[in-house]
């Protein structure tokens, strides 16, 4: 069955960065766009972008760009948020999502289990 | 961007009660780009609903969805004590938006 599991959690000062981690199995990793959800305290839920595996194809929310950086290693299906210049504003939740299609739009059908990322000095 | 506005914020209902919940879209949206979830304290998102109104692979039929345009609307027939939950409708378009999403709990 399909699964994604993530690295654990993470705290970092403010202004550094954080590489969260998201492997899949299951199925064929090349096939399908990965996205990232952020839920932050009290907040709802936040999409920050998603990348193709097969191509290095990403795509992030107007918010994030410049600040995320997206990549993957195929030899072990693994794909890798970078977040950087962290605020406290980036505590949160982070997810990552796979759809049903190889395509950006489609809805998540699979989630991994989520990584806390705390921001403080 | 399209903005997604769900209403209540807060419900509170008995085991047993309907659940009625509301999402309204900024700007008219294909139904086949509307989804929802239902969120637990400490586990995954859960898919319920895509496509406006098809149920996910093991959800039970007490949940169903419908609506068009710019209005959505999630049912729960009769709330089962793990139905309390948050539920977040989502425009799964080109850059996927998330409503606020509306709290169920035990009155």
């Known amino acids: 069955q399909v699964q994604l599991v993530q690295s654990g959690a993470e705290v970092r000062e403010p202004g550094a960065s954080v590489r969260v981690s998201c492997k899949a199995s299951?199925?064929?990793?090349?096939?399908?766009?990965i996205h990232w959800v952020r839920q932050a305290p009290g907040q709802g839920l936040e999409w920050m972008g998603g990348i193709n595996p097969n191509g290095v194809s990403t795509r992030n929310a107007q918010k994030f760009e410049g600040r995320v950086i997206m990549t993957r290693d195929t030899s072990t299906s693994t794909v890798y948020m970078e977040l950087r210049r962290l605020t406290s504003e980036d505590t949160a939740v982070y997810y990552c999502?796979?759809?049903?299609?190889?395509?950006?739009?489609?809805?998540?059908?699979?989630w991994g289990q989520g990584t806390l990322v705390i921001v403080s000095s | 961007e399209i903005v997604l506005t769900q209403s209540p914020g807060t419900l509170s209902l008995s085991p047993g009660e309907r659940a009625t919940f509301s999402c309204r879209t900024s700007q008219s949206v294909s139904s086949s780009y509307l989804a929802w979830y239902q969120h637990r304290p400490g586990q995954a998102p859960r898919l319920l609903i895509y496509g406006a109104s098809s149920r996910a692979a093991g959800i039970p039929d007490r949940f169903s969805g419908s609506g068009s345009g710019t209005d959505f609307t999630l049912t729960i027939s009769r709330l089962q004590p793990e139905d309390f939950a948050v539920y977040f409708c989502q425009h799964y378009g080109s850059s996927p938006t998330f409503g606020g999403g509306t709290k169920v709990e035990i009155k």
């Open positions: 999502a796979r759809g049903v299609a190889a395509t950006m739009t489609t809805y998540f059908q699979h």
């Open positions: 299951g199925y064929t990793f090349t096939n399908y766009y």
